[in-house]
């Protein structure tokens, strides 16, 4: 359905924010119209022609007097109220009078005075503006205006002066603008209120997209962090909205599509790998066989005992031979399963050096036990002697006459390393990268086993195994002893067994 659309969302979205938008120019259009400046303009107009209705008036009344009056008495003054009155009957919102520098106020009126009863006196917050404008008006000869603007409204009074037998008189007026009410007050609250409708409306549709839209991102991302069978893409479900639906379909046919090239991939890497290791058997069984054949022909055909019974030897020693690397290729292809106890190392490093002593002296090198930790990790004690016995015996084949096999271990945080080094050529370039794979040896006489043993036993702890660094070998100075370093790199403690 559209409403479940994303693009119904947003498009939703859009229009409430085009109709803002809208208001908001109309708003501004009306509010440039009815502006306060507008309105203070067109009430000086007002108090202009208030003010020259007043003089039109007043020059009417005072036709054919002759003489001049400095102080009128109470009658002229109510006189002259009447002349104000009819001069500002017809303007709304103006009070005004007739001013003498002499008396002051010679009358007042507001005709249009909205209260309960006539307004008969003056403002009295006004007083001071007012005999300043008549008296500005009076001195200029000519009429004068003048704005006093507040927060709420903006007070405009006129001046003129009067032509007459009242001497040095001047007519006023004055009107209040009042910013905060009228029609275009309505128009700005009205537009204020319209704005802040749609913009909550497009506000709340929008937090109601990104919950929904969190919330179906959430479950996918959940979904996809499900463990599945040999890695694979989990398979997710609809979400509801079409435009995320098309990604998740999306997803899905490319979660298809890797499965079957992974498994495409596992079966020609099984099929290289098991090339590999019926080559690497076939090479290291064919040896041995030539060997016991070649011996047995010449036994057979020798009438010499002590030759044959020296061809019978070194046959034994070749089925000697062919049953370690059988019994090492059984202990690669059966799972391990680590009996974990509290392991003396110094002890451990201590019974591999005297195990393989005799043969070091026999090609006059040493075995030192450097350093082991005082705690007792958990390991199993079997499978690390058979791992140390591979990394100690590789040493001392690869060491020169009077080198050092050094063994020794350290707690670093969470981790325990073990390390193995010795001071032989090291590991050659090519050699590197695959050392650890089955039947990858450096000697002629090696079946390449021995570290892929050791890669298992890692692995069973919950660890690895690594070609590191040899450590310095000259105190107090920068150079390194030629030769490799095995590094054993187990957790301490260790993850719990299933």
Known sequence: ????SLRAHLLALWILILASAAATGYLLAEFYAESATV???QAELQAARACREIGDRFAFFGAGWTGSVTDPDDTLKGQLTDVVVTALASQPGVEGGIWTAAGGSAAYAFPTYEGTGPKTD???AEIDTIRRINADALSADRPVATRRASRTQTLVVQGCPLRGPLENATAWTMTRVHTDQGRAYGQLLAGFGFLAATVLGAALLLGGLLLVLGRRIARLEGELARETQEGELPRLGATGLRELDRLVEALNAAGTRLAAARHRAAEAERLAALGQLVAGIAHEIRNPLAAIRLKAENALASPDPVRARAALDLVLDQVARLDRLL???LSLTQPRRTALAPTDLGSVFRDCAHLHDD?????????VVEAAPAERPPLDIGQIRRALDNLVLNAIQHSPPDGTVRLSGSREESRLRIRVSDEGPGVCEP?????FDPFVTGRPDGTGLGLAIVREIARAHGGQVRLAAPPPRATGTEATAPGATFELDLPWPAPPIS
């Open 39 to 41: 309105q203070v303009a």
């Open 327 to 329: 019994r090492d290729l």
């Open 122 to 124: 003056l403002p009295a």
């Open 1 to 4: 359905m559209l409403s479940h």
């Open 359 to 367: 043969l070091a002296r026999t090609r006059f090198v040493r075995i």
């Open 431 to 435: 050699v590197r990268s695959r050392l």
